[in-house]
């Protein structure tokens, strides 16, 4: 058991995709407008790498290595398109916020990295705890990300007003608030790593 | 287990198999999503009428086009329950600061606004973006119950009187240029005649052809 | 004309990086050195251009005919995905010399979500086949500039004393986040020449 805890710890925190591995920074910079469209992308690439992870471990004997790749890729778009259309029927809202970016989950390099670097290789039920590991923290860091944006643009956290909308910084909405204010929140998770550069 | 070779029939095989069985599961899911897609598509489009139209949930639509240089306009005859005619609900697109404005605006038979909403923008987020709640009722900009064709319906810097979005002249000169071109292709449409029932049903199938035309 | 405000809007109103966010990866990946990025620039444009092309023709002639909207995310990926592995081989056969230059960024731009992205994005804005090119062109020259103008700042960049927390990413995000704000300055720009060419 511990060693499934480990995996998820893994994930969430010591090999966190987007401040440790700095990887997915698309969606990362593009969907955290707000902390809720941070938090649905997030849940939505986690799902993704959770079936694509659990897949790509059952029928890693049965591939050979020269075709892996577009076998990979099949199956990744595959429950991309799964997701889209699920997406559209039940909560059209979500589906109209992340528009493009659901997509484009399939060229996410998280989700072929995982599959490369640890489906491959694990058997199924480590490789759904990967999946569910670095896919929450992946959410995690955009519902943060989405959160620090949208306080500091807009007063407000999930929508609820913390302090009036017009004494907000615009800037922190608008794409160029998305690089600096991850810029800083990665300082930040540096400084609490204790990096030494 | 040990992994498969890479003998070219045993790539050929995995290959196949991997395209049938993706292709098989989406086809499969899109038979299933398919239906509430299209559900949640028509209740979109209804509910937008019904906001700008007064409110009232039973209305009946018939849906025309309305062509004016080379620029279509989707226009909604819309009728109460009771075949009674309330007015016109049409869409209309502008290029705005960030992009298209899409824009869908509730007439009454005389040409007074009922309502709007904006079906689409690309403005900025906190300034444009306000036009959403800014030329409502109550609003800074109230736009409700004027009527195009006596009100000069132009942000008061071009000499009109609605007070345009605080630093967003452009999405409001935008917003204003969609009512006024919804408000021509109005009075140019068939205007919403009191019908009978079986040309409600016949209007109500109308609407459905229409939204999946426009998919 | 028409063509031209396309052109323009998606290299500087719109860049595709720093306004749209698609292909941040390679511009965090390869900005260190300015030789690499203009490589990297011109690999880009040369599979983003091509790839739209295909990519629209499966659309317009396989995909719509059928209705088989739901293959589009499967369909291109792969298309992408074989067009680079296809470039790869004829270019080492063709030109060497042009092999050299690019070779190495080839494998990586199946993944730069800007090729998948623009390809689906001309499907969703109805362009024709003449339009597409021309955006997806005008977009990978975007792509290039913002890479090669970033790229310049990061070798300078190197040069400078920097606290210990920001060294690294965080320090490459602030700045592109400035370059980010310098672009803001030109949105606004594809209306007004609308409105002097009368478009």
Request: proline content about 3%; some cysteine.
């Amino acid at each position: 058991m511990k060693r499934y805890i480990d995996i998820l710890l893994n994930g969430l925190v010591k090999e966190n995709p987007v401040f440790v591995l700095v990887l997915g920074m698309c969606p990362t910079l593009a969907t955290t407008s707000s902390a809720i469209n941070g938090l649905s992308m997030g849940l939505a690439t986690c799902f993704v790498l959770i079936c694509s992870n659990l897949v790509i471990s059952l029928i890693k004997n049965i591939t050979p290595d020269k075709v892996h790749i577009p076998v990979y890729i099949c199956i990744i778009a595959t429950f991309v398109t799964v997701l889209q259309m699920l997406l559209a029927a039940y909560v059209p809202e979500v589906n109209a916020s992340l528009g493009i970016f659901i997509p484009l989950i399939v060229v996410n390099c998280i989700i072929l990295g995982r599959a490369e670097s640890f489906a491959s290789k694990h058997g199924p039920l480590e490789s759904i705890f990967d999946g569910i590991g670095i896919g929450l923290g992946f959410a995690f860091a955009l519902t943060l990300l989405g959160g620090c944006r949208e306080f500091l643009g807009t007063g407000k956290i999930f929508d609820l007003t913390v302090f009036p909308e017009d004494f907000g910084a615009l800037m922190f909405v608008l794409p160029p608030g998305a690089f600096i204010t991850l810029g800083f929140l990665t300082a930040i998770v540096n400084k609490i790593r204790g990096v030494k550069n | 287990m040990k992994k498969l070779s890479n003998s070219l029939l045993n790539m050929t095989v995995v290959l196949t198999a991997t395209a049938i069985v993706t292709g098989g599961l989406l086809a499969f899911v899109n038979s299933v999503t398919e239906g509430p897609i299209k559900e949640v598509n028509e209740q979109a489009t209804k509910d937008g009428i019904v906001k700008v139209m007064g409110g009232n949930p039973n209305i009946k639509t018939k849906t025309d086009s309305v062509k004016i240089d080379d620029k279509t306009f989707v226009v909604y005859n819309v009728t109460d329950e009771n075949g009674n005619a309330i007015g016109n609900a049409v869409e209309s697109t502008t290029m705005g600061f960030g992009g298209d404005l899409k824009v869908l605006t509730g007439f009454d038979a005389e040409g007074n606004i009922l309502g709007y909403t904006i079906l689409g923008h690309a403005e900025t987020p906190g300034l444009g973006a306000k036009a959403t709640d800014w030329f409502q009722k109550g609003g800074k900009g109230d736009i409700i119950g004027k009527n195009p064709a006596k009100n000069n319906l132009t942000v008061s810097k071009d000499g009109g009187e609605v007070d345009a979005i605080t630093a967003s002249t452009i999405t409001s000169r935008a917003f204003l240029k969609a009512v006024n071109e919804a408000y021509t292709a109005s009075a140019q449409a068939a205007p919403a005649t009191d019908c009978n029932t079986q040309a409600t049903v016949a209007a109500a199938d109308s609407v459905n052809a229409n939204v999946e035309e426009a998919k | 004309m028409e063509y031209l405000l396309i052109f323009i809007a998606a290299i500087f109103v719109n860049n595709v990086v720093l306004s749209q966010f698609l292909g941040i990866c390679p511009f965090l990946g390869v900005s260190k050195k300015v030789s690499t990025a203009t490589g990297m620039g011109a690999a880009v444009t040369f599979v983003l251009t091509l790839a739209t092309i295909v990519t629209f023709l499966i659309q317009t002639y396989i995909l719509t005919p059928n209705n088989l909207n739901y293959l589009q995310t499967l369909t291109f990926i792969l298309v992408i995905a074989s067009l680079v592995q296809m470039v790869e081989i004829v270019l080492k056969k063709v030109s060497p010399a042009l092999y050299g230059a690019l070779g190495v960024f080839l494998p990586l731009i199946t993944t730069n979500c800007c090729v998948l992205g623009v390809a689906i994005g001309v499907i969703q804005k109805n362009y024709n086949l003449l339009q597409s090119v021309v955006y997806a062109f005008a977009t990978a020259i975007g792509f290039a500039l913002a890479l090669i103008i970033f790229a310049a700042i990061r070798e300078q960049l190197d040069l400078v004393e920097l606290p210990k927390g920001v060294k690294g990413i965080s320090i490459v995000m602030i700045t592109a986040g400035l370059l980010s704000l310098a672009f803001m300055g030109f949105s606004g720009v594809d209306g007004g020449l609308k409105l002097l060419f009368g478009i």
